[in-house]
């Protein structure tokens, strides 16, 4: 029984080891086709993979600055000019420019335009009211004249309620129909009337205002420099109270140095430029101290120009504009920023693009519009805004 089971054993075993072996072969075929297969399929599509990769790394970035773009446009309207700033896009004038007072040399003919400290446009009535120092009268100009007309003193300079001497700067009270102006040289403030001028009175006396503004409720605001402070005016009131300043003339932050150009925005907040420190300052409704808007960049060797502040704009972003007469230049500083840029080059004294030769006092009227005091070409030039 045995030997028969050995003998069966012994035909089945090389049977069965043969089959293992084919088995075996046929594994290795297997895999060895399966691995062929796959580095087939590796190397096929591997630069596709790549071409997917290199498109999706392009397809991200586009999306998602386009996306950043977008966030900020929609989230911060009011520091898009900011932004534009930052990218070197900032807001430009065309330079083809058009003298809108002035231009006919140095002189007190209705024509010319000498000395100009302060001016105000009139978008309503297409008007600038100009304040001429070392003058005894406020010119306004109709857009596109060729001569301006007399629309407050005129009489000589003296103290009489219808003379004024040295007028340094010039507001328009709307609602009132009312020219609010800076007597310097008598130490007041007047009003004339805009629509004749046979009732000016003084509803400020004893202030050596250097500048003048309105706000949207009729309070009056002059920069004054024996003080070296800023006050408010409401409506009727003499006396008023300091709202920036006043602490003595210095370049701490609660102070101010000889403050001339004011601006009032509509949260109330008070921007001022001093004259001798050559900066401006931003006030908050309230506040007891001023912050550092923007400076003017003044060589060691100079100082400011007498008789010739540096100018101040702001617009409805909060970006502030200064003119800088010692390098002939615009400047604006983006609401939020401690850098500077400049928006324009004048030339100047014959150098390109000579558009002009020592910028003052500056404006921006409602559409954007750019407003150049050109003391040394005794007039004042004007910068359409660059839509495109």
């Not at 989230?75 to 896009?89: A, G, P």
Request: with cysteine; net charge negative.
């Amino acid at each position: 029984m045995n030997d028969n089971f050995d003998s069966i054993n012994d035909e089945i075993t090389p049977t069965s080891t043969n089959q293992s072996r084919i088995s075996k072969k046929f594994l290795w075929i297997t895999i060895g086709i399966l691995l062929i297969l796959i580095l087939l399929s590796i190397s096929i599509s591997l630069p596709i993979i790549m071409r997917k990769k290199k498109n999706t790394s392009h397809t991200t970035t586009t999306t998602t600055t386009t996306i950043t773009t977008t966030t900020k446009a929609a989230i911060t309207t009011e520091k898009l000019s900011f932004i534009s700033m930052s990218n070197n896009n900032y807001p430009k004038w065309n330079l083809n420019f058009s003298i809108v007072a002035g231009g006919n040399g140095y002189g007190n003919d209705l024509d010319q335009v000498s000395l100009p400290l302060g001016f105000y446009i009139d978008d309503d009535n297409q008007m600038i009211y100009i304040t001429n120092y070392n003058s005894d009268r406020v010119v306004g100009w109709k857009f596109g004249e060729k001569s301006g007309k007399i629309v407050a003193g005129g009489n000589g300079p003296g103290d009489g309620f219808n003379q004024l001497e040295d007028p340094s700067d010039v507001t328009v009270d709307k609602k009132n129909d009312l020219l609010i102006i800076c007597d310097q040289g008598n130490k007041r403030v007047v009003q004339w009337s805009r629509q004749n001028q046979t009732d000016p009175q003084i509803i400020i006396s004893v202030i050596k205002c250097n500048g003048v503004t309105i706000d949207n409720n009729g309070d009056i605001y002059v920069s004054e420099g024996e003080t070296h402070s800023v006050k408010q005016f409401k409506q009727g009131e003499t006396k008023g109270r300091i709202v920036a300043g006043g602490h003595g003339c210095g370049y701490e932050s609660n102070q101010l140095n000889d403050p001339t150009y004011i601006f009032v925005d509509k949260q109330y907040s008070i921007y001022v430029s001093d004259y001798k420190y050559g900066r401006v300052t931003k006030w908050i409704k309230n506040a007891k101290e001023g912050i550092v808007v923007a400076k003017e960049r003044i060589p060691e060797h100079a100082h400011s120009w007498p008789h010739h502040p540096f100018g101040m704009a702001v617009d409805h972003f909060g970006n502030v504009y200064v003119s800088e007469p010692l390098y002939i230049q615009i400047m604006c500083w983006p609401e939020g920023s401690k850098e500077g840029y400049t928006v324009m080059d004048g030339g100047g004294f014959n150098r390109p693009p000579n558009l002009f030769d020592a910028p003052a006092a500056i404006s921006l009227d409602g559409e954007g519009n750019l407003y150049v005091v050109d003391t040394q070409k005794d007039r004042i030039v004007k910068f359409d805004l660059d839509t495109n």
